[in-house]
């Protein structure tokens, strides 16, 4: 017994009571005597006895638990976002039990049945980049448990269970592209990740309506698609420089592929905004310790999770059969301007 935690049942046999016995000797239940729950209480510290509060919590009919499923818990997005839940979680009694996808669909599909059978309350949830099945969600709204997504969500996917937090991705990237545009660039590339995925998709769109806009065509070959990551902007960098007329500014889907850019202008003798104009979105921490500082789209990730925590807490409140499907809540994105994209302000060499 030492080498494992007491239970209910080695009391029981020590004492040589029933289980039901000792669980209301230590609920101070009035049908047990004063010396029976002394004992009880006196063995219960002998072998440091702590009761399973999810069992106890599922013998209620409740585990006061929510299931969390992010992509990764790398970077200082999702780490935010989890705070973010984690904290509002904690303020409703609610305890987060986490789980990551590494960016694996299979993954990812494990994960849902994992909390499903924990029997969370409700479920918080951001795509693998590889998600274009939505099946495994199927079993998670025909049990009419509240399924909220975040950041990355499955469009089209309705129920009077499932509801969205997320960004105005469009418009963040509208301000970006529109902020290179009023610094003089009119050769912008663009960095996407996959298109599939609702916020590369809505950034790209937002990139080309503000092309549009200001009367710049379209060249389908600044548009690079890449892993959002360092080596990923680096190698799509050395790609776009190779062209016969290479961008002046570069606008990438997220913050590592900005940096990555930064670091290949860098290496070839070029100098960052004066020849290169260069903005990411996110506002990872990492983003004022560049030279220079990274312009970037701040996403709320702290607010996203605990706005997502609120949603899905009034879906708790509102039996799902008795109600509409809850609308999406669409938070303001920020743009940050730092001098990465100051170009009408850069030093002439």
């Known amino acids: 017994m030492a080498n494992r935690r007491a239970s209910l049942t080695?009391?029981?046999?020590?004492?040589?009571?029933?289980?039901?016995?000792?669980?209301?000797?230590?609920?101070?239940?009035?049908?047990?005597?004063?010396?029976?729950?002394?004992?009880?209480?006196?063995?219960?510290?002998?072998?440091?006895?702590?009761?399973?509060?999810?069992?106890?919590?599922?013998?209620?009919?409740?585990?006061?638990?929510?299931?969390?499923?992010?992509?990764?818990?790398?970077?200082?997005?999702?780490?935010?976002?989890?705070?973010?839940?984690?904290?509002?979680?904690?303020?409703?009694?609610?305890?987060?039990?986490?789980?990551?996808?590494?960016?694996?669909?299979?993954?990812?599909?494990?994960?849902?049945?994992?909390?499903?059978?924990?029997?969370?309350e409700g479920i918080l949830v951001s795509l693998a980049n590889t998600t274009k099945d939505f099946s495994h969600f199927e079993a998670v709204r025909k049990q009419n448990l509240p399924l909220v997504f975040f950041d990355r969500v499955v469009e089209d996917f309705g129920g009077s269970n499932v509801s969205a937090v997320v960004l105005d991705d469009y418009q963040g990237a509208y301000q970006v592209v529109a902020h290179l545009i009023e610094q003089g660039c009119t050769r912008i590339a663009h960095f996407t990740g996959p298109l599939h995925l609702n916020i590369h998709k809505n950034r790209h769109q937002g990139y080309l309506d503000a092309l549009q806009a200001h009367g710049i065509p379209v060249d389908e070959r600044l548009t690079a698609l890449c892993p959002m990551n360092q080596q990923g902007g680096q190698q799509a960098m050395e790609k776009l420089l190779k062209l016969p007329q290479p961008p002046d500014a570069i606008f990438s889907s997220n913050d590592l592929a900005a940096v990555g850019a930064m670091q290949t202008v860098k290496a070839h003798g070029l100098r960052v905004p004066h020849d290169m104009a260069i903005a990411g979105f996110s506002n990872e921490v990492f983003t004022t310790l560049t030279e220079p500082m990274l312009t970037s789209v701040d996403q709320h990730c702290e607010q996203m999770g605990k706005t997502a925590v609120r949603l899905l807490q009034k879906m708790l409140k509102s039996p799902a059969e008795n109600h509409e499907t809850p609308p999406p809540i669409i938070l303001k994105p920020d743009l940050l301007v730092r001098e990465s994209s100051m170009r009408k302000q850069a030093p002439v060499a």
Not at 23 to 52: F, G, I, M
Not at 97 to 119: G, H, T, Y
């Open 10 to 120: 080695d009391l029981a046999k020590a004492l040589n009571l029933s289980a039901s016995t000792i669980s209301r000797a230590l609920s101070d239940h009035e049908d047990v005597s004063e010396a029976t729950k002394a004992r009880v209480r006196q063995l219960a510290d002998e072998l440091n006895y702590q009761p399973n509060q999810l069992a106890a919590a599922l013998r209620r009919g409740r585990s006061n638990t929510l299931g969390v499923l992010v992509p990764h818990i790398t970077g200082h997005f999702f780490p935010q976002v989890v705070h973010g839940i984690a904290t509002e979680a904690s303020k409703a009694g609610f305890n987060v039990m986490i789980c990551q996808s590494n960016e694996d669909v299979k993954q990812e599909r494990k994960n849902i049945d994992l909390l499903m059978n924990a029997q969370v």
